[in-house]
């Protein structure tokens, strides 16, 4: 019976290691680095893209709940106006049949058109409020969807990030590293935009 032939393991170990250092170790330390950071610059921005989308449904909100006041107040005047023209009509029979009107009528005339500009003034403040939250929404909108493009790429940077880990090819992690410089370079822009 033939012997076993025996291996010197812990030789084997240290070769294959200084082999691995030699061939990628260092790479791997900076993949895992660069991954590492990616990460959390994408963990950043992926809050500030769900605060600015966030603030934009609160500011749409808002603005559809002006647009219900200023409705109302829409109505509210030509509930005054249908007031006035009836207390001029009044006024107009009294004068068709040959007899004054009395002055409470024409008060009420002038009580209606002064209250329906005070109205219309509160629907027009309303509607420019409105106007002003829905512009604010469409700006925020704007830079969640810049911040959504960065976050796009940081994730696939990680994505190639393990993909160089995995294969140890250099040119995947300088792939990677483009791809989450132009990440955080779009969610700076975002920012500044802000």
Excluded: C
């Amino acid at each position: 019976m033939p012997e076993a032939i025996e291996v010197d393991t812990d030789k084997l170990r240290e070769t294959i290691d200084a082999e691995i250092e030699k061939s990628g170790g260092r790479m791997l330390r900076i993949t895992a680095l660069a991954t590492a950071i990616l990460a959390a610059v994408t963990a950043v921005v992926s809050l500030r893209a769900g605060s600015t989308v966030n603030e934009a449904l609160v500011l749409e909100s808002e603005a559809t709940q002006l647009q219900a006041r200023a409705s109302d107040q829409w109505a509210y005047y030509q509930a005054k106006g249908i007031k006035g023209a009836v207390a001029a009509n009044a006024a107009t029979a009294f004068s068709a049949n040959g007899r004054s009107a009395p002055d409470s009528l024409g008060a009420l005339v002038a009580r209606y058109a002064r209250e329906q500009g005070e109205i219309q003034t509160e629907a027009r403040n309303l509607e420019h409020e409105r106007d002003a939250k829905v512009a604010e929404a469409s700006r925020l909108l704007g830079q969640h969807h810049r911040y959504a493009y960065a976050v796009a790429l940081l994730q696939v940077a990680i994505a190639l990030g393990a993909v160089a880990a995995l294969t140890r090819q250099s040119k995947v992690l300088w792939l990677a590293l483009f791809a989450g410089a132009i990440g955080i370079v779009i969610a700076l822009g975002a920012a500044v935009a802000h």
